[in-house]
């Protein structure tokens, strides 16, 4: 595997520079997919509070990529499923610190969407991941 970066985020002329995430990325390499992911470890225990799962995921994510060959840099794309929007949103300033601590200053393009239900009673989200591991 090369230590040049595999992937490179697309900005359109004239737009303005997105905050924590990538309009769009650019990637070479082999396409790892995560499955959702939830806030709970090893043992199926879930952290506690919305940024607690949420950090755990993070974790969870980066296992599953390191585990298929890859780098959190190779991360092209994570869509967020959230229980509840309106905590999602009061979340942001803690969001962010978490989001740094597992992934550092890559950010891939994402999405978050609102639904009403996971398959997890205890999950208040899951993220889906794409990683485009070097070719």
Request: glycine letters at 12%.
């Amino acid at each position: 595997m090369s230590d040049v970066p595999q992937s490179r985020a697309i900005l359109p002329e004239g737009w303005p520079q997105p905050r924590g995430y990538a309009n769009g990325m650019v990637a070479e390499g082999r396409v790892l997919v995560t499955g959702g992911l939830v806030g709970w470890d090893a043992q199926g225990v879930f952290a506690q509070g919305f940024v607690g799962q949420l950090r755990q995921t993070f974790l969870n994510i980066r296992a599953v990529v390191e585990a298929g060959g890859g780098r959190v840099e190779d991360i092209v794309r994570l869509t967020w499923y959230v229980t509840d929007i309106a905590t999602y949103r009061t979340s942001l300033k803690e969001i962010g610190p978490a989001y740094r601590e597992v992934f550092g200053r890559h950010f891939p393009a994402m999405a978050v969407v609102a639904v009403t239900a996971l398959v997890e009673p205890e999950a208040l989200l899951e993220i889906e991941a794409t990683a485009v591991v070097g070719a």
